[in-house]
């Protein structure tokens, strides 16, 4: 059947299902939590961390949740805000690799790691139920929620989430009532120059059919100035010309929205249609050189061209949702189609001219080097899912999931004049890589309810996947037309076993052990390139990238104290980490690949409370620590017990909202948090062990309320920090000091102060 069948079919029985008798007793839970207000009562926390709406002291799973009221609180707008305030949850960008689905330049640079389990796709990123590319920054807007599930979760989210899981919950269209609402703010960032900071949002429900049908409109539009200055020679060729300098360098805008529309057939099947769609575009990337030894990013990046750096990121999603009720069980269709256009513009100049001086192609003439990649993906993404409620001893999840993912990546031919001993122009390198990957898995849980008090968990997920890679080099720097087709075919089983412990309704315990899973690369074959700077032993193992797993074992706590408000939870864990995939980079080459690490075990612990302390005081905190160390040698070279390359061992948040009431109609806010993040191992620059530093973030916010309005002062990063976020990969060639022998990283960092006034308004 191909891929558009199966939403049909899908479609088709879900509709041609009988409905329910009208006695029948209660149905299951419906795909959000009952209502926004409920969501927002944190005395009663739901997440769907389990494919179904559940109190979150009643999931033996650990979950960070941010509900609405923590979304709002909080000002949470982007990856970066919520990412910060999880627990042993971390993110870098550079992950090394030049083929596959991630890669060098800025756009795909971004990877998430929970719990020690570092690199490209050990971190599953969803929207509702469609898997996303992790380096995505779905703008927060009109959510009902943000969860992050930590462990592994093959069983029911795939071979992708190896660490753990991000789910972002999107608010679904109405039957009950018309609302409209919107934001308006305006602000500054220092060393934005002449630009101001601003953004608009709105969103609305219409029905059309009281409980019949109904739409949700949703758009956005922002622009963050830039904080970097770029400086170029007024005349190329010569070094002694004066520099012209160019600032808002690292500038963002961005827009988006979606459109949904709901229409209830019968009194029990529910079909949604929703287009979502988001553009991004960067003036500059928001990196900076971080000169050794000292790693940390500059305010000021030099260059002798004048070249532009720029990135872009376009995607579109539209899904379809069927969802039918039955009488004590529930099924689920989803389908969606999901299309990127990301493009990078680098100035290579120095680095490109510095590679070709020192492998022999002589002192070209100064010119400029300009590489641009261009990299499109598309996936579609299908799961059907039937779940049994839990009215008696049994429950259970169990479905289908499919998905086929495509890449293709070009980069724009690079030219150089007057190389070789050649006049004019030479071809000097060209790039194509196109990587497909498919998905076919089985999964469920079965959930049963003995004693009273214990529930077990049984679970699997079984799964065939696919990955084809056909590669092309070409130009003079290699001598080498190389042409390379790999592919790599998999199938296993990703289980899970876990019990709890409920001895009454607001405490539980638990322990599980699950298996998580990341596919082995299809990789390009280099060998005939690679033959010249490393062994042919060497050269043979980087050709191709084992699949890695890990086993991981979890025991833990949660408590719901109703009285004021508050949800504790805690848990321990112990990893077991094979054949770790991290970036290797091979300096006598100049190449950034995936090699497999050996091996690592993580172990750890998080504490974390949220909730209401008084009537006027809400608390989140949390702190994390994960002690990742190599057990075994790999194709990094790390030695064993090295620290696992981008893996604090330190994180922690804590915020407070408090709330007073000014007049009878007027009431105060203010609101305010710090994030820590400790000290890692930087990804690319593997061979100098490099360290990125701690850095803590603070934010903060204070405002007033009436009737349904909101006027606020916000101030993110308060202390202007900038740290250093890891050292992506070049395009073209890596930058050295004149020495010729230290490299210059580039290292993407976070915008510094940044002050705006906001104003909301519901109706």
């Known amino acids: 059947m191909n891929a558009f069948g199966l939403p049909l079919l899908s479609a088709v029985l879900v509709c041609a299902l009988p409905s329910p008798d009208a006695s029948a007793a209660p149905q299951d839970a419906p795909s959000t939590p009952p209502s926004a207000d409920a969501a927002a009562d944190l005395t009663q926390v739901f997440i769907t961390a389990r494919k179904r709406d559940e109190r979150l002291v009643d999931v033996p799973v650990a979950v960070t949740s941010f509900g609405p009221q923590a979304l709002d609180d909080y000002n949470i707008r982007s990856f970066s805000d919520y990412a910060t305030k999880v627990p042993n949850l971390s993110f870098a960008y550079g992950n090394g ?51 992050v599930l930590k462990g592994p979760q093959g069983t029911l989210f ?82 002694a010309s004066s520099l012209v300098s160019v600032d808002n360098q690292g500038a963002r805008r961005s827009a988006g929205g979606s459109a949904s529309a709901l229409l209830r057939v019968g009194d029990d099947t529910d079909v949604t249609l929703r287009l979502l769609f988001q553009r991004t575009r960067y003036n500059g990337f928001p990196a900076s050189y971080a000169p050794l030894p000292a790693f940390v990013p500059l305010d000021v990046i030099n260059h002798t061209a004048n070249i532009q750096p720029l990135s872009r990121d376009d995607w579109t999603l539209p899904t379809l949702i069927v969802r039918h009720r039955g009488d004590g069980w529930s099924l689920h269709s989803s389908s969606s189609y999901f ?27 100064t010119q400029p080097f300009e590489w641009t990649a261009h990299r499109n993906s598309q996936q579609f993404s299908h799961e059907t899912r039937f779940a049994i409620n839990p009215t008696g001893a049994l429950s259970a999840t169990a479905g289908v999931f499919y998905s086929s993912f495509k890449s293709q990546r070009d980069s724009v031919p690079i030219y150089a004049r007057d190389i070789l001993g050649v006049p004019g122009q030479s071809l000097m390198w060209t790039y194509n890589n196109d990587y497909n990957r498919s998905d076919a898995s089985l999964f469920g849980e079965l959930y049963y309810n003995f004693l009273d008090k214990f529930t077990l968990t049984l679970g699997n997920r079984f799964y065939r996947l696919q990955q084809d890679d056909h590669t092309r080099f070409d130009g003079v720097l290699y001598g080498v037309n190389l042409v390379s087709d790999t592919d790599n075919r998999t199938k296993g089983s990703n289980p899970k076993v876990a019990l709890s412990y409920k001895p009454n309704a607001n405490t539980l315990a638990y322990a599980s052990a699950s298996k998580g899973f990341r596919a082995g690369g299809s990789q390009t074959d280099l060998s005939p390139l690679l033959g010249g700077c490393v062994s042919a032993e060497e050269a043979a193992r980087l050709a191709r990238i084992a699949p890695d797993t890990v086993w991981s074992y979890e025991a833990g706590g949660k408590i719901d104290l109703p009285e004021p408000g508050l949800v ?106 710090v994030s820590y993040v400790g000290d890692s191992i930087s990804s690319n620059s593997t061979s100098l062990a490099l360290v990125r530093g701690s ?65 909301r308004q519901r109706f």
């Open 568 to 673: 504790a939870t805690a848990a321990v864990f112990y990893v077991d980490w094979k054949n770790i995939q991290q970036p290797a980079f091979i300096p006598a080459c100049a190449f950034y690949l995936q090699g497999n690490a050996g091996a690592a075990v993580l172990k750890g612990a998080e504490l974390e409370l949220a909730g209401k302390v008084s009537r006027s005081l809400r608390l989140r905190a949390g702190v994390g620590y994960q002690h990742a160390r190599i057990t075994e040698q790999g194709s990094s070279q790390q030695p064993v017990g090295a620290r696992v390359k981008q893996v604090p061992a330190w994180t922690g948040t804590l915020g407070a909202v408090y709330e007073r009431e000014l007049t009878a109609t007027l009431k105060g806010f203010a609101s305010g948090d």
């Open 339 to 365: 299309r990127r256009k990301a493009l990078d513009v680098e100035d290579s100049t120095e680095g490109t001219a510095q590679y070709l001086f020192s492998y022999g192609y002589g002192q070209p003439p």
């Open 97 to 147: 690799s030049s083929t596959g689905e991630t890669g060098t330049g800025f756009a795909n640079a971004r990877t998430i790691a929970i719990r020690g389990v570092a690199g490209a796709r050990t971190t599953a990123y969803y929207l509702d139920d469609t898997p996303l590319p992790g380096a995505v920054d779905v703008r927060v807007l009109d959510l009902q929620g943000i969860e």
């Open 695 to 759: 850095y803590s973030l603070v934010n903060a916010r204070v405002g007033v309320m009436w009737a349904k309005s909101q006027l606020s002062l916000d101030v993110s990063n308060a202390t202007n920090r900038r740290p250093n976020l890891g050292d992506v990969g070049y395009l073209g060639y890596q930058r050295f000091e004149a020495d010729g022998t230290t490299p210059i990283p580039q290292v993407v960092t976070m915008p510094p102060r940044r002050i705006m006034l906001q104003y």
């Open 158 to 239: 795939g071979e992708s989430s190896l660490g753990g899981t991000v789910r972002l919950i999107s608010r679904q269209p109405s039957l009950a009532r018309n609302e409209f609402q919107y934001m308006v703010e305006g602000g500054t960032t220092p060393g934005g120059g002449a630009s101001l900071n601003g953004g608009t949002s709105a969103a609305a429900n219409v029905v059309l059919a009281p409980g019949r049908a109904a739409v949700r409109l949703v758009g956005f539009a922002d622009y963050d100035a830039g904080y970097l200055t770029r400086t170029y020679r007024s005349e190329l060729a010569n070094p």
